[in-house]
Every structure is written in structure tokens, then in C-alpha cells.
């Protein structure tokens, strides 16, 4: 391995107008490691429009070739036009004067000579040595070639491609038929995409091969050779701080080019979507738990028996505390009427729950008294005096409540038309919560549901039964 320049350092030299934002230093730190041979399978999840074809697609290669002009390295893509147009950029960074400072070895056939060695849209050979680049769509052939290193960067054009079986089976087959077999002991593999579906490749590999999650620069070196080495980078983080990706939950991975007010707008538009390509938490639609969604309301009916509050307060630092005011019909239909959403702290978010139950007329309100609930359940008594505030403890299993009472909650619960606008965060964590339990992020609103459910639904169908048995 050449020590003349680090990766990130070779982007700025060859490319002075590059923008190098600190996830981009990341990224190209663990590109450098797989171009040093640290890393044998690597898999990395971005969201679309920042710079990951740049780093892998364009200054990898070209970068691998100068280190090791005898490097045989394949570019694959959904079509071979944009697979090409990589391997020219990369045939015009090496032909650049930087470059030639930078890796003086490494250079290929201009103007037709020498004419000896191969020069296309498709392939470039290394002159004076074995290395070369090819460049392939998906489908392509590459028979007769040895592979020291394949790149595969986006396999599916679009979601039209992603959510078609056919497509999907003949990327699979294309991959195991063609990638795999033109590939040797110690050849690497890259994969850099943006996830459309959770049967993409990716998703399918990570089914049957093992994957490591990328959490510390340490575990570079536990990853085992037949191990892949995974990352997703959020558009905005969710989960808490690691050593590779140190943002603070909430916090954009470009504000630059896109701020979170833009990807909350796109987040609105479609929250499905959202997580797949932004957050990198692809789910079919046969996946969801709750389908194709909530019935919608736009004014309550006469005959309401109930007004109501359910709160469940955060069970870990970045969970959502979740409050949903509610009323209840005489056919056992739940209108949610009002909803307080939010990561907060508690002194904030028991003054915004006190305001709502205040402000909504609820006179009884229920609070999970987990995690510190009770001491919240108490600041909302002071704060809002005239609502009954009761709080308990929950103790049966959250996956089990949240699973088996799914298709009442979507049966009964109702929300106030436009509530995608009103509460997006709300929005997108149900409209996008899988039957997977474990995949899911965030529970918290699919809990509250679940709950009020319990509390008017099945409770109350239970005490009916108990008192027709006694009669």
C-alpha cells in the first residue's frame, strides 16, 4: 500500500472543487480501508444525492489503480451507460496532471497510443501491467475476466425496478451466475447503494451471509473474511452515537445540501419512501403492520360515550414520549382527536401534555407509570388539576400487545383527516411500521394504540363477558 496520500486527502487534490463534508471523510476513511485490503466485503447504505458514486464509483478505482497498477477492478450498474460513464470519469482523472504527480505508474492509452493496449467507453487497460477497468450494466457479460475487486453501485434504476419479483430474482441470479463466479480467494466486493426494497440485493445477502454492523473503527478487524462489513448512513439519524457516525439523534447527514426541513417535506410526501431510500429501513408493503392505513375522520359522531388521554412516556433517552387524546363512540370506534409527540424533556413535554388534555376538556387521563411515569403522571396532576390522572404499571410484553391486537387497532381507530401534516412524525413511524418487531425503530406510537385499544376495547368486551357469566 502506497503512504504517498490518504484517500480523502487524493479527492481534494484531484478534484479541488469537491465538497468533503465530514461524513464524506467517513466514508472515504473506510473506502481507504478497503482499498489497503482491510476490508474484503463491504456494504454501505445511502441516501441518494450525496457523493456516494463519487467516492466509490469514481475516486476508489481510480485511486486502487494508482496505488496497484496490476488491480483488476469491475464497475457494475443497472445499465451499462451509467456504468460506462463511471469508467470514463475515472479514464479522465487518471489521464489528469495531479494524478500523474500522485501516481506516475499508472497510465493508459491516449490519442491511440500506445496501440497495443485496450482503451473503450467500457474497458481501460493499465499500460506495462495486468491491471485494467471494467465497466458492466446489469445483466452484462464478463466472461473470460478475472475480478480482483467488483463495485456494484445501484443495481435498480428507480422503485418501478425494485418492486418487480422478476427483476429483483434476475439481479439475484445475475450476481450469483456472473459476479460471484468471476471472482477469486482474495477478491473483494463493494456494494454502495441507495435501498428501494427489502428484497434488493443487499437485503437478500444480509439474509444469507453474515453481516457485521459497522460501529466503531475497531471492528474492521473483527470482520472475518467471508463477513461482510455493513453501514447505513441515516439522512437523519435516529439511533444514538456511535464512533462512526457520532451525530446526535435528529441531526441531517448534509445540511448543506439538503436541511431537515426539506427531508421533512419528503418525509410528509411519503413516509414509506422516506424510510427505504432516507433512512436506509426498506419495508414491502406486504410487510406493514398496518397496511394501507387508518380510516380518517372529519367530524366526530353525536353518540360519543368517552373522552380520554393515554400517555406513554419514553422508555430510553431518545425514545418519543407518546399522548394521545381520544374519544370514544357508542360502537366502540376510537377517534383520535389530539396527539402530543415529542422527544423533549419531561419539564417540557409536562407542560405540552397538561396544555392538550386542558385544552381538549379530557377529564381522565391514563399514564404507563414505567420509566419514570409516575413522577410524570403527578407534574400533569398539578399542572391540570381537574383531570383524573391515574397511572399504572405495564408488564406484559410490548411485542406480543402490539402484534396480536394490530387488526383491531386498525379496525377501530380513526384519524383526523389531514393528521399527516398535523403530526409527521406520528405519521411516518405508524404508516411505516413493520410486522418484523424487531426491525422497527420506534414503537412508541404503535404502543399508545395498542394500549387504548386494550383499555376501551378488549377490557371492556372482557368485563361484559365477566357479568353475563355471573348472571
Same mark, same amino acid.
Given at each position: ?260 426541513? %426539506? ?5 410528509? /410526501?411519503?413516509? *414509506? !419512501? +422516506? ?5 436506509? &429501513? ?120 402490539? %402484534? ?5 387497532? /386498525?379496525?377501530? *381507530? !380513526? +384519524? ?5 401534516? &398535523? ?49
Amino acid at each position: 500500500m502506497s503512504d504517498k496520500i490518504a484517500l480523502n486527502d487524493f479527492a481534494r487534490y484531484v478534484y479541488p472543487f469537491i465538497e468533503v463534508r465530514p461524513f464524506h471523510d467517513t466514508y472515504y476513511k473506510l473506502l481507504q480501508y478497503f482499498a489497503e485490503g482491510r476490508i474484503r466485503k463491504l456494504m454501505v447504505s445511502m441516501p441518494p444525492q450525496h457523493g456516494k458514486s463519487m467516492g466509490a464509483s469514481t475516486l476508489l478505482p481510480a485511486y486502487m489503480l494508482g496505488v496497484n497498477p496490476d488491480c483488476r477492478i469491475a464497475i457494475a450498474s443497472y445499465s451499462a451507460t451509467l456504468a460506462n460513464k463511471f469508467n470514463r470519469r475515472v479514464q479522465r482523472l487518471i489521464e489528469g496532471r495531479e494524478y500523474g504527480d500522485l501516481f506516475s505508474d499508472t497510465r493508459i492509452k491516449c490519442g491511440g497510443k500506445p496501440p497495443q493496449w485496450l482503451r473503450t467507453a467500457d474497458e481501460v487497460e493499465i499500460i506495462e501491467h495486468q491491471g485494467c477497468l471494467i465497466s458492466v450494466g446489469r445483466e452484462g457479460s464478463l466472461t473470460g475476466n478475472r475480478v480482483d475487486c467488483f463495485i456494484l453501485d445501484d443495481l435498480y434504476k428507480d422503485a418501478m425496478e425494485a418492486n418487480s419479483p422478476v427483476i429483483r430474482e434476475n439481479c439475484w441470479e445475475w450476481y450469483t451466475s456472473v459476479v460471484r463466479t468471476r471472482m477469486h480467494n482474495d477478491s473483494q466486493e463493494l456494494m454502495v447503494f441507495t435501498r428501494w426494497h427489502d428484497e434488493d440485493l443487499i437485503g437478500v445477502l444480509r439474509r444469507h451471509e453474515k453481516c457485521i454492523e459497522l460501529k466503531e473503527w475497531a471492528d474492521v478487524d473483527r470482520v472475518g473474511a467471508n463477513e461482510w462489513l455493513c453501514i447505513n448512513l441515516e439522512a437523519i439519524k435516529s439511533g444514538e452515537p456511535t464512533q462512526i457516525d457520532p451525530r446526535a439523534v435528529g441531526e441531517v447527514l448534509w445540511p448543506e445540501r439538503q436541511d431537515i426541513k %426539506l427531508l421533512e417535506n419528503k418525509r410528509r /410526501l411519503d413516509p *414509506v !419512501r +422516506f424510510e427505504c431510500m432516507y433512512q436506509g &429501513r426498506p419495508s414491502s408493503q406486504g410487510g406493514l403492520l398496518y397496511g394501507d392505513g387508518f380510516a380518517e375522520w372529519t367530524s366526530l359522531p353525536h353518540e360519543i360515550v368517552t373522552y380520554a388521554n393515554y400517555t406513554d412516556t419514553a422508555d430510553m433517552g431518545d425514545d418519543y414520549l407518546c399522548s394521545i387524546c381520544y374519544a370514544v363512540d357508542i360502537d366502540e370506534n376510537i377517534y383520535i382527536t389530539d396527539v402530543v409527540y415529542s422527544r423533549e424533556p419531561m419539564e417540557v413535554t409536562e407542560q405540552l401534555v397538561a396544555q392538550m388534555l386542558q385544552h381538549n376538556n379530557i377529564r381522565s387521563a391514563l399514564i404507563e407509570s414505567n420509566n419514570g411515569g409516575r413522577g410524570f403522571a403527578r407534574a400533569v396532576q398539578r399542572l391540570a388539576p381537574r383531570v383524573k390522572v391515574e397511572w399504572f404499571h405495564q408488564s406484559n410484553n410490548k411485542e406480543a400487545r402490539i %402484534l396480536s391486537h394490530s387488526a383491531t387497532v /386498525l379496525h377501530s *381507530v !380513526r +384519524f383526523p383527516r389531514g393528521w399527516n401534516l &398535523r403530526w409527521p412524525e406520528l405519521y411516518a413511524h405508524l404508516s411505516t411500521y413493520r410486522r418484523d418487531f424487531k426491525s422497527n425503530r420506534w414503537h412508541d406510537a404503535a404502543d399508545v394504540l395498542t394500549g387504548i385499544v386494550e383499555k376501551e376495547i378488549v377490557e371492556h368486551n372482557r368485563r361484559k363477558i365477566c357479568r353475563v357469566g355471573f348472571l
